[in-house]
């Protein structure tokens, strides 16, 4: 079954630096999600990569997916305490299934 | 902004008893999910449905779940004989495609079993 691995678990960063997060899968992804949570609320869709080498923006986020679809990166430019929660990287690697994997997530906090 | 809603925020009930969760998906989507998060885990699927069927299903998902689409609005998930490990945060969601479209979750409900 596929997997999808995150790192770091947990990042503290100072408010006006940039970070990375990673998600590394075991199998070629079909297509990749990224969502960020908030403690106990539900799952907001940040951005969704389809194809190897792509790289979509959004305000300052930014994500990628390699060329063989199995890493994908999210990096935040001057990161605000807005961007804090934990954000959760999603994929499915085909085979007719729909149900996504998701990762166990990064923890991202903002020291102002 | 359209939104996938869910019904109640919080549920607490009785190991043994059956509750049923409610979800109202975005109106002109086709594919809807239930998910779990048990605390401090990750977010696990557990079924798909379209076209009023299920179109794929976890190990998660057995014969004491069950999902329904009871008229053009609502999509539940029935959890029969609620054991203690059912408590966790469930997420319904929805998309208008399949595959290359986002899935658009809702705030979740936390069940609670006593």
């Known amino acids: 079954s596929q997997e999808l691995e995150q790192s770091p678990q947990s990042l503290i960063v100072q408010e006006g630096k940039n970070l990375t997060i990673n998600c590394t899968s075991s199998?070629?992804?079909?297509?990749l999600y990224w969502y960020k949570q908030k403690y106990g609320e539900g799952l907001i869709f940040l951005m969704m990569l389809q194809k190897g080498g792509e790289e979509k923006s959004h305000e300052k986020i930014t994500a990628k997916l390699d060329e063989k679809k199995q890493q994908s990166s999210l990096h935040i430019t001057a990161s605000q305490p807005s961007h804090a929660g934990i954000y959760l990287c999603g994929g499915f690697s085909g085979g007719g299934a729909d149900g996504l994997t998701f990762g166990k997530g990064t923890h991202l906090i903002i020291q102002p | 902004e359209p939104e996938v809603t869910q019904t109640p925020s919080h549920q607490v009930t009785q190991m043994g008893q059956e509750v049923i969760l409610r979800c109202v998906p975005i109106?002109?989507?086709?594919?809807f999910y239930w998910y779990r998060q048990i605390l401090g885990q990750k977010v696990e699927f557990l079924v798909s449905?379209?076209?009023?069927?299920?179109?794929?299903k976890s190990e998660i998902f057995d014969d004491q779940f069950s999902v329904e689409r009871p008229d053009g609005s609502n999509f539940t998930l029935k959890i029969r004989s609620t054991k203690l490990e059912d408590s966790a945060m469930y997420f319904c969601?929805?998309?208008?495609?399949?595959?290359?479209?986002?899935?658009?979750f809702g705030d979740g409900t936390r069940l609670s079993i006593l």
């Open positions: 199998k070629t992804l079909y297509g």
């Open positions: 449905f379209y076209n009023n069927e299920i179109s794929e």
């Open positions: 109106s002109n989507h086709l594919y």
């Open positions: 969601a929805s998309t208008s495609g399949r595959v290359w479209q986002p899935q658009h």
